[in-house]
């Protein structure tokens, strides 16, 4: 027997999904802390030393965090090519503000502190502020376009043709779900800061985490209600290949209203996901507001693993739907790579996860406590 046929083919696929889930999760949860203290920088640090307090509190783990995106990226491009290569170059002009925010970031952080001109600052605390908001933004904004569907098809040969436009990306259903992914951005960056900060820096990220937490409750509500009512779903209309070979054009798609909710209805345990989302974010809420950091922190990350599942549970099969021809849409069962491929991404991820959680967790525990404000004021202790 080969190898990689001890796990079947639709298996693989579907542990290729969760995996892909996994990921997000963990890129989200890890940098969503990061993104949101930026965010937070010119309103919980008044101050030149308070926002080099909040710069100190995330400048150690940034950079180790976003190995989660790099992971995300590369398992995109390898196990489900045909979602990368849609995605990516649909969605191009995006990505790119996105990776030049995210580029930026590390500059500002080094920078910032070269001079001591206010205005020098200033100006790259901005740049912070931008780096943590944008991605945020956008990458709700990219959620809320795949639920609707998004505008590209295939080519006999299998050509990929996109007919969007970015600044279509922006329309009031996807920039709402970027408003829940900014919320939740917040309220995890708020929790951090209540986490690693003191006195009024801690306060003050207290109070607009609350606000955010609840903007995000309501924000997550109004978006469900509105999927509910007036987004139609995605739903296979022919039989399903599970271990058929991944071409999009070998089935039949329909668009159907309430389809999104239908995994709900044949999966009563899929109403987890959005559970935990609400959960989550009225644990941060109770955490922020009895000034207990560790529960918000948790609670906090279990919101935006929610609220990021509860999309994957909606969408199941489907990963990137098509709104101009149904019939391209990408699912689980078409679009993956081969077995082989799919079986030996598998063993090395199984290897390569548990070092880098461990690692991670190690540098977690090493730079346990908060950050000192009298350390930073005598430049002795902290990078920033």
Known sequence: MILHQLIDYDTLRIIWWALIGVLLVGFAVTDGFDLGSGI???FAARTDLERRVVINSVGPVWEGNQVWLILGGGAIFAAWPQLYAVSFSGFYLAMFVILTALILRPVAFKFRSKREEPAWRARWDAVLFFS???PALIFGVAVGNVLQGVPFRFATDMHIHYDGS??????PFALLCGLVSVAMMVTHGAAWLQLKTAGPVAERARLYGSVAAVAGIVLYALAGVWMASAIGGY???SAAQMTGPSNPLLKTV?????????NYAAHPWTMAAPAAGFAGLLGALAGLLLRRPVLALLAAALGIAGIILSVGASMFPFILPSSIDPRASLTVWDASSSHLTLFIMLVVTGFFIPIIVAYTSWVYYVLWGKVDEEAIREESGHAY
């Open 235 to 237: 739903r296979i209309t």
């Open 254 to 262: 329909e668009l159907h209203a309430g389809a999104w909710l239908a």
């Open 132 to 134: 943590g908001l944008v």
């Open 166 to 171: 970015f600044f279509a990306l922006l329309n």
């Open 40 to 42: 937070l920088l010119p």
